[in-house]
C-alpha cells in the first residue's frame, strides 16, 4: 500500500490562473480531507469528502475554492484564479471510515508568484 | 472558539534529556488530543492519542483537564526523535469530526 499520494508536489501558478491539487487515498480509504498550512500556522481542516459527496466544507473559502471527490479518480483541489495569499501547503488525508486515523499525504506545497 | 497552542517553535536539548513538549486547548466540551509527528522528508504520521494511554517510542502524553493540557514528555531524548511535532485537537463541528492543529514545535536532539 503506496499511502496517500498527493500531487504535484510543488505548484508554481502566477496571480489569476488556476491551480488544481490531486490527492489519491490510500487502497479502502473512502474519506478524504484536506487542510491548508499557511506559513507559521497549523494545519487548518478545509473539507471532508466521500465518494461523490462533500460531507462538510465549512473551511473552505467561500470563493474560488472547491472540492470533489469522483467515483473514480483521486480527489481534486481546485483554486480558481489564485493570489498571493493562497501560497501554502495543502494536505490530503484519508481514512477508512469517519472515525478511523487518518493517514496523511505528502503535501502539495503552492507557490502564487 | 476552539484552540490548539503549541508555545515552543523550537525546542532543543542534548541527547539522554529529559523532553517535554508543551500543548494547551481550548474546547469546551470534551476533548479527544492527538500528537503527531513528522520527521524530516516524511509525511505527517500520528504518534499518540490520548484514549489509549499509549506510549509509543518512549513517548507518553497526560490530559490534564484542570490546565487543558496535553504534554508530550519523554525521559530520555535520542537523536531520532528529531522532528516536528504537532498537537491536534479532534471536535465535532458541522458534520463531522475534525482536526485542528497547533503551530507544531521543532524537536532538535544535540549529540
Redesign the interface.
Known sequence: NAGVMQNPRHLVRRRGQEARLRCSPMKGHSHVYWYRQLPEEGLKFMVYLQKENIIDESGMPKERFSAEFPKEGPSILRIQQVVRGDSAAYFCASSRTEDYEQYFGPGTRLTVT | AQR?T?PEKLLSVFKGAPVELKCNYSYSGSPELFW?VQYSRQ????LLRHISRESIKGFTADLNKGETSFHLKKPFAQEEDSAMY?C?LEFY????????????TLLAVQP
Open positions: 490548539v503549541q503527531y509525511r505527517l504520521q500520528l504537532y491536534a463541528g458541522g458534520a463531522t469530526n475534525k482536526l485542528i492543529f497547533g503551530t507544531g
